[in-house]
């Protein structure tokens, strides 16, 4: 069971926009930053987003995110069908092991 | 180009082990944490174990810890993951990635992703 949670699915229409939460405990939000993975089928993960809200070179701006206290969101415009695909959540958790741990996954529909 | 391939992966019988190698190029390795991360079929990823950049401190999984370790070469530009006492719930696509940052850390995340090597444990 991941610590981070995640819905399972989502899904919308192309052009539209979707939101994809994240939750965690304040042992692994409250100091660390989130990040962000798609993961097309059958490929790699690949980074999104990395330290809460910020988009490495060649991610459209149509990927946005934000973090809270207890949660992230991330956020996806004008929705395209190749935009289909699982996203994933990642964090610093400072339980008694340190390290990552990632949310369990949403799969997007575009519809 | 930022380049990362694994290998080393294939059937194994519970008990057995397996050294998984991931050869790195376009970027200067000696200065990036290295982790590993894996994905058992149909499922989520699952962090599994990291690497400062110097390989002076190793992290690891508590489903990994104590049968896993996880070392580097910088002369070779390249991580392993030695896996021992392997067990059916270890089967899963292993991938290697990048961390940004000489340490891993509350900052960590990984930019950069082989396409993984896939291990079966089964007998």
């Known amino acids: 069971q991941s610590v981070l949670t995640q819905p399972p699915s989502v899904s919308a229409a192309p052009g539209q926009k979707v939101t994809i939460s994240c939750s965690g405990s304040n042992s692994n939000f409250g100091r660390s930053y989130v990040s962000w993975y798609q993961q097309l089928s059958g490929a790699a993960p690949k980074l999104l987003i990395y330290?809460?809200?910020k988009r490495p070179s060649g991610i459209p701006d149509r990927f946005s995110a934000s973090k809270s206290a207890t949660s992230a969101t991330l956020g996806i415009t004008g929705l395209q069908t190749g935009d289909e695909a699982d996203y994933y959540c990642?964090?610093?958790?400072?339980?008694?092991?340190?390290?990552?741990?990632f949310g369990g996954g949403t799969k997007l529909t575009v519809l | 180009e930022v380049q990362l391939m694994e290998s080393g992966g294939g059937l194994v019988q519970p008990g057995g082990s397996l050294r998984l190698s991931c050869a790195t190029s376009?970027?200067?390795?000696?200065?990036?944490?290295m982790s590993w991360v894996r994905q058992a079929p149909g499922e989520g990823l699952e962090w599994v174990s990291a690497i400062t950049a110097g390989g002076g401190t190793t992290y690891y999984a508590d489903s990994v810890k104590g049968r896993f370790i996880i070392s580097r070469d910088n002369s070779k530009n390249t991580v392993y993951l030695q896996m021992n006492s392997l067990r059916v719930e270890d089967t899963a696509t292993y991938y290697c990635?990048?961390?940004?940052?000489?340490?891993?850390?509350?900052?960590?995340?990984?930019?950069?992703w082989g396409q993984g090597t896939l291990v079966t444990v089964s007998s």
């Open positions: 376009g970027f200067t390795f000696s200065s990036s944490a």
């Open positions: 330290e809460n809200d």
């Open positions: 990635a990048r961390v940004p940052s000489f340490f891993f850390d509350f900052y960590s995340n990984f930019d950069y």
């Open positions: 990642g964090a610093w958790n400072t339980g008694l092991s340190a390290g990552v741990v």
